[in-house]
T-cell receptor, first 115, second 117 residues
Framework: DAGITQSPRHKVTETGTPVTLRCHQT?????MYWYRQDPGHGLRLIHY???????DKGEVSDGYSVSRSKTEDFLLTLESATSSQTSVYFC??????????????FGPGTRLLVL | AQTVTQSQPEMSVQEAETVTLSCTYD???????LFWYKQPPSRQMILVIR??????QNATENRFSVNFQKAAKSFSLKISDSQLGDAAMYFC??????????????FGTGTRLKVLA
């Protein structure tokens, strides 16, 4: 299994508070992704990174920011949490595309509840 | 924009039988990758199988195989000899090869597979 961890695994917070989720990998993969999973929507991309300090928006990026200061860590911040951001958040990694490494490996997920 | 459609929200199969999950996608690209991921109750996402669009041969991984129809933009997953452990949510995913060098994945909404003993 690819070495990907997410922290925290569960979090309850209140509306309006900032929240940071951490994704950590030990695979030295270049690409890292943050998704949210909601019933009826499947997985939707929030932000992704293609290198240290190189990030780009996905399809549901409003209200989220990311940072990647080291290859192994990709942080997702909810600047001011809202109830609509209650979801399960997945981090994923992938190596340089091509060959047998062309796939995404997912972390275990973080369940976030915003009250 | 690319889209991925899984039209079967839920399916059931008898243990030891065969089941096929459907996936269609829309793209104007000629080079891309397609994936099936499995998400059991633990919520961990697990890669089941991968298909490169330039390969005509359908991918196979043990009891899992795909029927890739490029012209029809169809990518179905066949599970043979279904086992109780196959019960999960299955996601179809598409990844293009953009000129820019960035790699985004697009997922379908998933099909929940129940395996009946």
């Amino acid at each position: 299994d690819a070495g990907i961890t997410q922290s925290p695994r569960h979090k309850v917070t209140e509306t309006g508070t900032p929240v940071t989720l951490r994704c950590h990998q030990t695979e030295n993969h270049r690409y890292m992704y943050w998704y949210r999973q909601d019933p009826g929507h499947g997985l939707r991309l929030i932000h992704y990174s293609y290198g240290v300090k190189d990030t780009d928006k996905g399809e549901v990026s409003d209200g989220y920011s990311v940072s990647r200061s080291k290859t192994e860590d990709f942080l997702l911040t909810l600047e001011s949490a809202t109830s609509s951001q209650t979801s399960v958040y997945f981090c994923a990694i992938s190596a340089q595309p091509g060959g047998t490494q062309e796939t995404q490996y997912f972390g275990p997920g973080t369940r976030l509840l915003v009250l | 924009a690319q889209t991925v459609t899984q039209s079967q929200p839920e399916m059931s199969v008898q243990e030891a039988e065969t089941v096929t999950l459907s996936c269609t996608y829309d793209t104007s690209e000629s080079d891309y990758y397609l994936f099936w991921y499995k998400q059991p109750p633990s919520r961990q996402m697990i890669l089941v199988i991968r298909q490169e669009a330039y390969k005509q041969q359908n991918a196979t991984e043990n009891r899992f195989s795909v029927n890739f129809q490029k012209a029809a933009k169809s990518f179905s997953l066949k599970i043979s000899d279904s086992q109780l452990g196959d019960a999960a949510m299955y996601f179809c995913a598409y990844r293009r090869d953009p000129v820019s060098g960035t790699y985004k994945y697009i997922f379908g909404t998933g099909t929940r597979l129940k395996v009946l003993a």
